[in-house]
């Protein structure tokens, strides 16, 4: 099997997930000075959320897995204008609320000591999470990635295993607007769903910027990813992708029983990524649509338009296996090659 081949798969079980073979629940630890339980999630928080409370300011979070968490029970809590870093997991978590709002901050600095074993341990997380708007941060020097947006369920994603949270889509979310720059050992942005009975669908991931510096080791995959067993209805629109480890956008379905359907990729600007070669063909890659399983999953009825592929592309659209997929040649795909299938 080729290299990109190889990572391919490994990058899809990965986010894939499911219930199956989730570890038993670690033994409770001694909590750090200044640390709060997080709700059932098995991590510790440097502040504990109330519904409606506006967290604004520096939240150092230095000895405590999560540096703002936000769990069932605190709809309607606000960080705005705030600076979280430090945290050895998630800058924030959000977890099986409703009506959040994340913006105008800065997330920095985070990832310090992650728990390995956390599914999706982002900068900041959703999961089972609803309504909620994400906008205009700073999203920035992590460990572990940037943006994720999971479902919740016997495998919390951004939990320690063994630590499961209610059965809950994440749907209606807005991730608006961010610089996502400089983290490492992820993605960029993810949206997935890892449970059965729930999925990660009419979500809008808008407007931001992912940028960061082709060659540079340790590398940042840096890219927008939509994978797991029920991702539908998504929107990936107007984001700008430069210097991705990884192709810009990719959308995965990785067994037989995923369903990633109706999802739209939409004006975008994708340059200089891929250059890992990393996933998929041993090339440069801008957008990749793939299934990585037999039988393959569904993965169709996506559409694609209008987006700006650069000339350092060796290809702009890539799909594997895939099922009905329109694209549309409205933008500007100057790819050496604009379209291939396998």
Known sequence: M???????????????????????????QAQPAGCTAAGTTGLTAAVVATAGQRISGTVDAAGCDIGVYIGPGASAARVVDATVSGANDHGIFVQ????????????????????????EDKAVEL?????????????????????????????????????PGALRASAF???????????????????????YGTGAFANTVEGNVLSDT????????????LAGLRVDHNVISNNTVHGSFMPGIIMHSSRPDTEVDGNVIVHNR????????????????????????SPAGDL?????????????????????????????ADGQNDAVVPVARS
């Not at 080729?2 to 670690?26: D, P």
């Not at 309504?131 to 994603?157: E, K, Q, S």
């Open 300 to 328: 169709s009825g996506t559409v694609i338009a209008s987006n700006v592929i650069s000339h350092d592309e060796d290809y702009g659209i890539y799909l594997s296996d895939v099922g009905r997929t329109v694209i549309a």
């Open 2 to 28: 080729r290299r990109g081949s190889r990572l391919l798969a490994a990058t899809i079980t990965v986010l894939a997930g499911g219930t199956a073979g989730l570890a038993a629940a670690a033994p409770a």
């Open 127 to 163: 999961a089972g999470t609803w309504a909620a708007l994400v906008t205009h941060n700073r999203v920035v020097g992590n460990d572990g990635g940037g943006i994720g947006l999971a479902d919740d369920g016997p495998l919390d994603p951004g939990a320690v295993p063994g630590h």
């Open 173 to 195: 979310n807005q991730i608006l607007g961010n610089t996502v720059s400089g983290n490492l050992n992820d993605c960029g942005i993810v949206v997935t769903a890892k449970n």
């Open 214 to 225: 082709p060659g540079v080791f340790p590398p940042a995959l840096s890219g927008i990813v």
């Open 96 to 119: 099986d609320a409703t009506d959040v709002v994340i913006a105008d901050s800065t997330i920095s600095g985070n990832g310090v000591d992650r728990n390995n074993t956390v599914p």
């Open 270 to 293: 994708l340059s200089a990524d891929d250059w890992g070669q990393v996933n998929g063909p041993d090339a440069r890659v801008a957008i990749i649509l793939a299934t990585a399983s």
